[in-house]
Structures are given as C-alpha cells and as structure tokens.
Nanobody, 121 residues
Framework: QVQLVESGGGLVQPGGSPRLSCAASGSIFTIYTMGWYRQAPGKQRELVADITNSGITNYADSVKGRFTISRDNVKNTVYLQMNSLKPEDTAVYFC???????????????WGQGTQVTVSS
C-alpha cells in the first residue's frame, strides 16, 4: 500500500508565499518523478511542476520564476514553494509520484488527495 499525503495550502493573500509538502509512504521500492498538478473549477487538471529523482525540474510557463519544486529523497517528500501568488493560482493542488512498489515490476502513478489553495484578499 502506497500513500501520498499533502499538507500546506489554505487561504492566502495575493502575493503570499505558502509551501506545499507531499510525503510518500508505504511499500515503495523506487520513486522516480514527483510532481504537482492543479485543477481549477471548470478546468482540466494541469501540470504545475515536476522533478526527477536526479533533480531535473520542469515548470509550467504560468509559474516559472514564481514557484520552486524540490524534493528530499531520504524522506520521500516533494515540496512546492509558491511565491507571488495570484488569484488565478487558485485551485486544488495534487501531488503525483511515479514509483515502483516493492515486489512490482511496473511503474505506477499515485496521487494525493489534493489540497485547496485559494488566493484572495
């Protein structure tokens, strides 16, 4: 059994700088890419940023220069530092991990439960 548990988020003022965390736990052999996605009301889920297990990062154009993704491979945790938040960043943020569970030969995608980030004054 593998779980992704997110924390952080909530109601943030424009220009705020919250940090999201997502910890993977359970029967894990190897974690490959970890990332953050978001889904705003009435819109499709979109990639915000992801990071490989060697530290290569990738960002959506809309967050480049404002958000920073990082990870702690010992703690199996990925972080998203969000700066200069705008109202259009309001969404449910989901953690994603591509990993191989113990005893499995394939790589699977796992998702967190999502955490709401609302940017409003």
């Amino acid at each position: 059994q593998v779980q992704l548990v997110e924390s952080g988020g909530g109601l943030v003022q424009p220009g705020g700088s919250p940090r999201l965390s997502c910890a993977a736990s359970g029967s894990i052999f190897t974690i490959y890419t970890m990332g953050w996605y978001r889904q705003a009301p009435g819109k499709q889920r979109e990639l915000v940023a992801d990071i490989t297990n060697s530290g290569i990062t990738n960002y959506a154009d809309s967050v480049k220069g404002r958000f920073t993704i990082s990870r702690d491979n010992v703690k199996n945790t990925v972080y998203l530092q969000m700066n200069s938040l705008k109202p259009e960043d309001t969404a449910v943020y989901f953690c994603n991990a591509q990993l191989r569970p113990r005893g499995a030969n394939n790589i699977f995608h796992y998702w967190g439960q999502g955490t709401q980030v609302t940017v409003s004054s």
